[in-house]
């Protein structure tokens, strides 16, 4: 399984990834060209479309902190009607040259002690936390986070950190989310952060 490269994007833009494709080329003679062969080959000789690569992220985060609004966005769905996750879900995010298949984990107490049986295959991580929470809310999500850069799954894997709510009045800034999680403990080649709205 090809690992996935690191990559960011911020919920009120939609990100863009760029991945390398091999193509196929067709070639064949023939022995008389008729008038009009030349547009006609390139109407017809084209092919299919190479299939798009496809990769496996997991998303957590805990209750509220807008995991599901992200994603319902990235898919150009509505977020009138989003609810907390019960248990997970799987979206297929569509990019122009590949497909994330993003597994979605509720964030409530009784679930995310199941997290880990949800990691294997995973070739990149989101974490998403709300910016504009309580110190102790930030503390739970900072534990949460750093189980998970721990995690033998995940030990390897990219992290795109998404503090989300940044319109929010009490929102901190990336650096001060940063400096809160004690990120500066974690190589910085595996750590993404970006920030976020709510989405509307």
Same mark, same amino acid.
């Given at each position: 399984? /090809? ?14 990834? %760029?991945? %390398? ?5 067709? !070639? ?5 060209? !008729? ?12 092919? *299919?479309?190479?299939? /798009?690569?496809?990769?496996?992220? =997991? ?23 989003? =609810? *907390? ?7 297929? =995010?569509?990019?122009?040259?590949? #497909? ?10 009784? #679930? ?13 991580? #989101? ?6 929470? %309580? ?54 080649? /595996? ?8 989405? /509307?």
């Amino acid at each position: 399984m /090809r690992p996935l490269a690191p990559w960011l994007f911020t919920p009120s833009s939609q990100p863009s990834i %760029s991945v %390398s494709l091999s193509r196929v080329t067709i !070639s064949f003679s023939c022995t008389e060209i !008729s008038p009009g062969f030349s547009e006609l080959k390139a109407l017809c000789c084209k092919g *299919p479309p190479p299939p /798009r690569l496809e990769y496996d992220v =997991v998303c957590i985060g805990l209750t509220g902190s807008g995991k599901t609004s992200l994603l319902s966005r990235l898919c150009s769905e509505g977020t009138e009607t989003v =609810v *907390p996750t019960t248990g997970f879900s799987i979206k297929a =995010v569509p990019f122009q040259n590949a #497909i994330l298949n993003v597994k979605e984990l509720g964030g409530a107490d009784n #679930i995310k002690k199941y997290w880990s049986r949800y990691y294997q295959g995973s070739q990149g991580v #989101i974490f998403v936390l709300d910016s504009a929470s %309580s110190e102790e809310e930030l503390e739970i999500a900072r534990n949460e986070l750093h189980s998970a850069l721990q995690h033998p799954q995940l030990c390897i894997l990219p992290f795109l950190i998404l503090a989300n709510h940044q319109d929010k009045p009490a929102a901190r800034s990336l650096q001060e989310v940063s400096f809160q999680t004690n990120m500066c403990l974690f190589s910085e080649k /595996r750590l993404h952060f970006s920030s976020g709205k709510k989405a /509307r």
